[in-house]
């Protein structure tokens, strides 16, 4: 049994059409996506033009088509920074496995199904290659997409795997770096938060803590001012 479809799929339609046929005109090829964003703007531009002019126009038009690109950004600083935080125990793992006496190939066999989720697609991948004959070195490079934190890891693994550098070293190495990045970014968002909160403070707090002391003062000595 199917519900009936939110607004949103029901104005993507109407929007999409209205992309392509600005995109028509201008010779581009076909991109539903670009579509979908030409259209919005197109339509947040005029809505813009309609209540306030060509300045409203412009912003509205600008901002509808920024949209996308900072909510691809957001995402990818989410996931890095995910990432990030989830590399010292990804590095612990690898450590007690090269530690129990595991070769680089049962290495990784052994730790895919204990990674943090932000990372165990990517090693899944390998792990996929792996069993399909690739070489180990060749089968790391999705680790790539995991972003520059995750390139010592990645090194000292295809090291281990093309070279047969022991990893145990390496790793310890990878390992205390790791930490070290993940605790000086913990401290720079730390120092950042007082700054956050000065938006809920103004705008939640300071209002709030007025209505409940000084409005009750204001109304209890209304009847005795005189005017």
């Known amino acids: ?24 005109a201008a010779s581009r090829g076909p991109d539903d996506s670009l579509d979908t964003r030409m259209g919005a703007a197109l339509l947040a531009g005029l809505a813009g033009f309609l209540l306030r002019g060509p300045l409203l126009a412009v912003m509205a038009a600008a901002l509808v088509w920024a949209r996308p690109a900072f909510r691809q950004r957001r995402l990818r600083t989410v996931r890095l920074t995910a990432i990030e935080s989830a590399l010292p125990e990804c590095v612990d793992l690898f450590r007690l496995a090269i530690g129990a006496g595991h070769s680089i190939h049962q290495v990784v066999d052994i730790v895919v199904p204990h990674l943090p989720p932000p990372i165990a697609p990517a090693f899944a991948e390998v792990r996929r290659r792996a069993r399909l004959g690739v070489r180990l070195g060749d089968a790391l490079d999705p680790l790539d ?3 520059d934190c995750f390139r010592p890891l990645a090194s000292a693994l295809r090291s281990s795997a093309f070279d047969g550098v022991p990893l145990s070293s390496s790793l310890e190495k990878v390992a205390a770096d790791a930490r070290l990045v993940r605790r000086r970014h913990a401290e720079e968002r730390a120092r950042k938060l007082p700054v956050r909160l000065l ?3 103004i705008t939640c707090i300071l209002p709030a803590f007025g209505l409940l002391t000084v ?4 109304v209890a000595s209304m009847p005795s001012l005189s005017f």
């Open 1 to 24: 049994m199917t519900g009936r479809p939110d607004i949103g799929s029901r104005l993507g339609g109407p929007v999409r059409s209205l992309g392509r046929l600005v995109r028509g």
């Open 145 to 147: 997409d995991l972003g």
């Open 199 to 201: 938006f809920p403070l």
């Open 215 to 218: 409005v009750p003062l204001l």
